[in-house]
């Protein structure tokens, strides 16, 4: 109902009304209605793009999230941001792909995010969540900034895989 009165009242190529269109159907998991928007947009920029990947992801569809990512990757590779980085490594956490998670954090690094606090802390629990710690620990050892979060995943991270003198060893060196 409320589409309809959107689409009467609203342009189509409206990217805000879109975008919101995209997020309200995802909510209420209609995602054949929110791709309908989504191919409706003429010019998708990252909020577009976001939404619709974040409605898959979301829904329980994290491997059709990154099918889109990829598709966003060659349709227009710059409208990828940080916040897009944060939901393509929550569908690999999903996932539990060491590999497609490795290339994503590639990715990451040739766009220079890998400084973005937000990424940091999303690869240590993607890396662990496909069991593999080490990788987590080397994302952890070369943030230049960390938070609170980064430590208790770490922490969380090690303790989960049998690591206590490891996870006692991060807490440790949490203050200093």
């Not at 766009?111 to 690869?123: E, F, P, S």
């Not at 230049?144 to 430590?151: A, F, G, M, Q």
Request: proline share 1%; glycine share 10%; net charge neutral.
């Amino acid at each position: 109902m409320i589409n309809g009165y959107v689409l009467i009242f609203c342009y189509a190529s409206d990217l805000f009304t879109s975008s919101a269109l995209i997020n309200m159907h995802s909510k209420c998991g209609q995602l054949s209605d929110a791709r309908k928007v989504f191919n409706e947009i003429p010019q998708r920029n990252m909020v577009s793009w976001t939404s619709m990947i974040n409605g898959y992801i979301n829904n329980g569809f994290a491997r059709e999230g990154l099918l889109l990512f990829k598709k966003q990757l060659i349709e227009n590779e710059e409208s990828v941001d940080g916040v897009a980085m944060v939901s393509i490594l929550a569908a690999c956490s999903r996932l539990c792909e060491k590999n497609v998670t490795r290339g994503v954090h590639g990715f990451v690094i040739k766009r220079g995010l890998d400084g973005v606090l937000g990424i940091g802390n999303t690869l240590i629990d993607s890396y662990a969540k496909c069991g593999a710690v080490g990788f987590s620990r080397k994302v952890f050892d070369e943030m230049s900034e960390k938070d609170l979060v980064s430590w208790n995943s770490m922490i969380e991270v090690c303790a989960q895989h049998g690591l206590s003198e490891v996870a006692i060893g991060v807490f440790r060196t949490m203050g200093g």
